[in-house]
């Protein structure tokens, strides 16, 4: 082991350079089919196919934000007929005040609608990503940093069950990594 | 990456071998339905509420034309859409959109019946030639009539004005101690009056033609104010030289950009690729004021005095939406029949799925913001329109189709993924989302049917709906078998297009 951990400190996971895209891609792949799960990769750029080839799974936000359009439709809707149809009757030009009142009603309901749909987007992803939070123990790792620039960042982390301290090491040696960083934290 | 395809492996193209016998079958049929339509239309009987055959059959024969020529001008907007915005997503399925473009000429020729006076169906369709000749001859006699009348009294109004003036010329000049003030006074009536007889002096020097034409055009307002208020627009010579520009623009338009796209396929130049590109974005502007002004021109001028300014891009949106799903209903047919095994993924459904799901959106919002505003503002001139479809019958069939079967249900179908990239139950929407267009285009004509043929008398003409679908089936054969036999003209995708390549390793 090269990396010199103390006693204190725990190790985050590894943080391992590729060359290309193409290259990452193959190594997602074949992480992928190791079975680990707690692993991610940064890249300087969207690589087409890569979250097919990481096996990530749809996911749970558009049943977030249909279930915010859904209460953005409704909250109109309950806002509106109860104000306007049934706690006090607002005749327009002799329109009726019942059911047949909705197409009145439509612009607001398609606002709200939109608005929490986007709402429940912004806040539900930031639910599931984890933001905001003070520091992520990447932000240790020099290597880390070029996924802004050029680099073709894989990282795996410690708490995934198939971690081993040596063999997932040398995992990453067999797949294809060029330099790789033990972050320690 | 591994596992990319390579267009070159694909430059020969595939060519479609023909579908057996279903076109002949198609045109069969079609050929059948037409000339029983014809023969029933002019056999000069009458409905059995004693109504005119022929002029019945004049909007079932539109409706049939004007439900597939939308699916072909879709398909036009489609192939000018992809070059305009440099899309390469559908390359692949590029040519299945232009040949549906190139049916605008098979259908524009199916047209003509509607735009030949002599078949009768003209002036059952658009009232207006013959309120128009009705006003005309009414404000000629009339004009005849008060002619002298007319004349002798302007040259009267000339004659008083010129007598004024000679009068207060007169006043001042006996006035012999004159204060400035007053010579001012007189003076400001000497001008104005000089004008008024100027003005008047020369419209009565006029030769007796000018002014006769003025006395008629006068009597034309008299006579039907809302059509001589549209009398440069709705007018013979200009309506069929409209028709000559739609012809030029959609069908002469998209002949250049498939038979450009097809010299692609051998030559593999990739200069016809940005021609196109040029071509597409040149057209844009005026296939969208031609087919706007088409559906004025064929559909709103079905009741001359009402308007919406938002009909034409209303009949785009179902064109749009229902092109799409022709071409998923199409590209999947050729799929099953073994075409295009290797090359078309789930990602090419997936994009047309999510370009089907945009316009029902786009369509209900149009649909809606033009129902809206007439509703709301509550202007007598516009509420015709949605009072003739919002009452009786139609009410229940606008609610259930239109605002049920047209948006809600393929809204929520194509919420979903998996629906979207599963053939059968992408191919079961965009058949239903077709029948509700059918529902769409019928009530926009034939709702206007019973009331213009009998000046609102009643709003249902009984057992006409046969002939509605009798007419729909003549030219859907027609357009099928057209289809099909333009399919095996050249291959089925452009394969030497230069963006092959990012069509083959789609991903969304």
Not at chain 2, 85 to 114: D, H, K
Request: hydrophobic letters at 50%.
């Amino acid at each position: 082991m090269s990396d010199s951990t103390t006693s204190s400190k725990e190790l985050f996971g590894y943080v391992a350079e590729f060359e290309s895209a193409a290259d990452l891609y193959h190594a997602a792949e074949k992480v992928r089919d190791a079975g680990f799960k707690k692993w991610d990769v940064h890249t300087p750029y969207p690589v087409h196919g890569i979250d097919h080839a990481m096996g990530l799974g749809k996911s749970w936000l558009s049943a977030v934000v249909l279930a915010g359009g859904v209460a953005g439709s409704f909250t109109a809707l309950f806002l509106q007929f109860f104000t306007q149809v049934s706690l006090y009757p607002t005749v327009v030009q002799n329109k009726p005040t019942n059911l047949f009142t909705i197409p009145a009603f439509f612009p607001v309901t398609f606002e709200l609608t939109i608005l929490f749909a986007a709402f429940s987007t912004l806040f539900g992803l930031l639910v599931f990503i984890q933001l905001p939070r003070w520091n992520h123990p990447l932000f240790e790792s020099e290597l880390f940093k070029k996924f802004s620039d050029d680099g073709f960042i894989l990282v795996i982390e410690s708490r995934d069950p198939r971690f081993k301290r040596d063999k997932t090491k040398s995992f990453l040696e067999e797949i294809g990594a060029g330099e790789i960083e033990a972050v320690v934290v | 990456m591994a596992g990319l395809k390579d267009s070159d492996d694909y430059k020969n193209g595939e060519r479609f071998k023909g579908a057996g016998n279903f076109g002949w079958i198609a045109l069969g049929v079609g050929a059948v339905a037409t000339a029983a339509f014809f023969l029933i239309a002019f056999a000069d009987g009458k409905t059995g509420d004693g109504y005119s055959m022929t002029s019945c059959m004049a909007f079932s024969w539109l409706f049939a034309v004007v439900f597939f020529l939308s699916i072909a001008v879709g398909g036009m907007f489609w192939t000018l859409l992809h070059h305009a915005t440099n899309s390469g997503w559908g390359t692949l399925v590029r040519r299945l959109m232009e040949n549906l473009g190139i049916m605008i000429p098979v259908l524009l020729f199916l047209a003509l019946p509607l735009i030949l006076p002599q078949i009768g169906f003209r002036d059952a369709l658009w009232e207006w030639f013959e309120d128009r000749a009705v006003a005309e001859s009414t404000a000629e006699k009339k004009a005849d009539e008060k002619k002298a009348e007319y004349i002798a009294d302007i040259k009267t109004k000339a004659e008083k004005a010129a007598g004024q003036l000679a009068k207060i010329e007169k006043d001042k000049s006996s006035q012999s101690n004159i204060t400035p003030g007053v010579a001012r006074f007189y003076d400001d009536q000497i001008k104005s009056l000089t004008e008024k007889s100027e003005v008047l002096a020369a419209h009565a020097n006029q030769p007796e033609e000018v002014l006769v034409d003025e006395l008629r055009d006068k009597e034309f307002k008299n006579a039907n104010a809302l059509l001589h208020a549209k009398r440069d627009f709705l007018q013979e010579e200009f309506w069929l030289l409209r028709f000559g520009i739609y012809i030029l623009v959609l069908g002469g338009g998209m002949y250049l950009l498939r038979s450009t796209s097809v010299r692609q396929d051998k030559s593999g130049d990739p200069k016809l690729f940005t021609k196109m590109q040029v071509m597409s974005c040149l057209l844009l502007l005026p296939f969208a004021v031609a087919w706007t002004f088409l559906v004025f021109d064929w559909l709103m001028a079905l009741d001359y005095s009402w308007f919406s300014t938002m009909w034409g891009v209303y009949l785009f949106a179902g064109a749009a939406l229902n092109s799409m799903g022709v071409l998923i209903l199409v590209l999947s047919g050729l799929r099953k029949a073994g075409y295009f095994a290797d090359t078309i993924t789930k990602e090419h459904y997936l994009i047309m799925g999510k370009l089907m799901h945009a316009f029902v959106i786009f369509w209900a919002y149009i649909a809606f913001s033009q129902f809206f505003l007439i509703w709301y503002a509550n202007i007598t001139e516009e509420t015709k329109f949605f009072l003739t479809r919002n009452t009786g019958f139609w009410n229940l069939y606008t609610i259930i189709f239109l605002v049920v079967g047209h948006f809600f249900i393929p809204f929520i179908a194509l919420l979903i993924r998996y629906n979207k990239t599963t053939t059968k139950i992408i191919c079961f929407i965009a058949i239903w989302n077709l029948l509700m267009h059918f529902f769409d285009i019928y009530w926009i004509i034939i709702a206007e049917r019973a009331p213009s043929l009998t000046q609102g008398a009643v709003t249902h003409i009984k057992g006409m709906w046969m002939y509605d679908l009798l007419a729909f089936v003549g030219v859907g054969g027609i357009f099928i078998f057209c289809l099909l036999k333009t399919l095996g003209t050249a291959s089925l995708f452009p394969c030497r297009d230069p963006r092959l390549d990012e069509s083959l390793n789609l991903t969304n």
